[in-house]
């Protein structure tokens, strides 16, 4: 039976991948491990994970790992959901590096954007979170918006009008 993952939990998994790890990669956490381990949530019931470059190696792994500390990992990242600007890696906060694997939380201004596109009460909460925090500035969160909009064409089963409207909704509008 899997567990909820706690930010214990997280740093055993963090240190059992890196651990597997046999050339330098890097591991981007989204959703609720970015809000355990930012504090402001207990626990998440999955740790989703971006592995770059992706490894065979790191992917089976995983299941074993999983199993060993009971909790679900999953494969997702805000890129998944909506179009994110070049240069992501880059606004990825650092966390720290367990064996070849150095870990960052997904840029926060893309997870805080797919979580208003998702729109579930959590996310919108972890949304009103980042900005007490300062971890989300809302006329920052509206530039990036704008910077998406182009390329929203590539994810069909996003409304542009409606996404715009959430955003607008939970940053204001300009």
Do not use: C
């Not at 992706?54 to 997702?76: G, M, T, Y």
């Not at 954007?113 to 009103?128: N, P, T, W, Y």
Request: negative net charge; charged residues 30%.
């Amino acid at each position: 039976m899997r567990e909820v993952a706690d930010a214990e939990r997280i740093r055993r998994f963090m240190h059992s991948l890196g651990h597997e790890a046999d050339v330098d990669a890097r591991v981007y956490f989204t959703g609720g491990a970015t809000a355990v381990l930012y504090g402001w949530r207990a626990s998440t019931i999955d740790i989703d994970i971006k592995i770059v470059p992706e490894s065979d190696r790191l992917f089976r792994a995983i299941p074993q790992i999983k199993e060993s500390l009971h909790i679900n990992v999953e494969l997702a990242a805000p890129l998944d959901f909506i179009p994110v600007p070049p240069g992501w890696e880059d606004r990825s906060p650092y966390i720290e590096r367990a064996g070849n694997i150095t870990y960052h939380h997904f840029d926060l201004y893309a997870q805080a954007l797919a979580k208003v596109e998702r729109g579930h009460a959590q996310d919108l909460e972890d949304v009103q979170e980042m900005m007490r925090r300062g971890l989300v500035e809302p006329p920052r969160a509206l530039e990036y918006l704008s910077k998406i909009e182009p390329n929203l064409y590539r994810y069909p089963a996003l409304d542009p009008a409606s996404f715009r409207r959430a955003v607008e909704a939970v940053f204001g509008a300009r």
